[in-house]
């Protein structure tokens, strides 16, 4: 599934569009109408967060719609039936966003199923450790789900190889040290010598994300990554609205950045 969408995006000379949202912020209700959105706005992959007391990856605006999420009773078992009525009503291919805990809590094997009875196509655990997510990765993969792991910065260039070699589905490229957030500049120079690198050791599809908030970042992401994910600039848009009023604001602003990519 996420195959198809980079190759999808590579025949239509563009890269892939992958929007992040907190499931449950701030109800499941405007969570399914945003996911709606984004299916038809054209995204082509969709990030779908699991709300947890303690992400350490994520910036303040992620972290503020996880705990409102938490607050409101989502929890793990919600997040995966509200992504199985998403593919069922057309959305695009959805990928897990969650940490380890979480899934150690509620079933390495059970996550798994019950992920894959959902038509996900896969989990993105930004703290697992490259060694030490084998039984998770296997879980994963006998059900046939992807795990993108993530390459940051200050990764070497033999260690990047290997955590390439580890992932499937797409290689996630963090634009920059620190948390997720739309306050920080990525450094576009920077990020370009980065994915130079990284496309010396892997052919895998490399997304870029952390910090990617505004169209002409796109814009330039778009010249040299695979894909580009949006995730606090999105939150920041719907942040305070709810059902159609959240909606919309996400359509407007999925519609500037998709254009240019």
């Known amino acids: 599934m996420i195959a198809s969408a980079f190759g999808k995006a590579r025949n239509e000379h563009r890269i892939a569009f992958i929007p992040y949202v907190m499931a449950g912020d701030p109800d499941l209700e405007t969570s399914e109408l945003i996911l709606c959105a984004l299916r038809d706005e054209g995204a082509d992959l969709i990030e779908l967060g699991v709300p947890y007391s303690d992400p350490l990856a994520d910036g303040p605006t992620v972290a503020a719609a996880g705990q409102r999420a938490l607050a409101g009773g989502t929890r ?26 979480p899934v150690l809590q509620y079933g390495v094997e059970r996550f798994a199923r019950e992920a894959a009875e959902a ?4 989990a993105i655990v930004p703290d697992a450790a490259l060694e030490e997510i ?12 992807e795990m993108p792991l993530l390459v940051a910065p200050s990764t070497g260039i033999e260690r990047a190889r290997r955590i390439a ?9 963090v ?29 895998k599809p490399l997304a870029v994300g952390f910090g990617i908030s505004r169209p002409e970042q796109v814009r330039a992401v778009a ?12 939150i920041d848009a719907y942040a305070g609205k709810s059902r159609r009023s959240a909606a ?3 359509r407007n602003l999925v519609r500037a950045m998709r254009n240019e990519c």
């Open 119 to 122: 038509n996900a196509a896969g």
């Open 223 to 234: 010249s040299f990554a695979d894909g580009v994910v949006v995730g606090s600039a999105l």
């Open 165 to 173: 070699e580890a992932a499937t589905g797409f290689v996630y490229v």
């Open 134 to 145: 084998g039984d998770l990765r296997a879980a994963l993969a006998t059900q046939d789900l």
């Open 175 to 203: 634009s920059r040290l620190g948390v997720t957030g739309a306050n920080s500049e990525p450094d576009v120079t920077q990020l370009r010598d980065q994915i130079v690198g990284l496309r010396a050791v892997t052919e």
């Open 248 to 250: 919309e604001s996400v």
């Open 76 to 101: 793990l078992h919600d997040v995966i039936r509200l992504a199985s009525r998403a593919r069922a009503s057309g959305a695009p291919s959805i990928v897990l966003f969650t940490y380890f805990n």
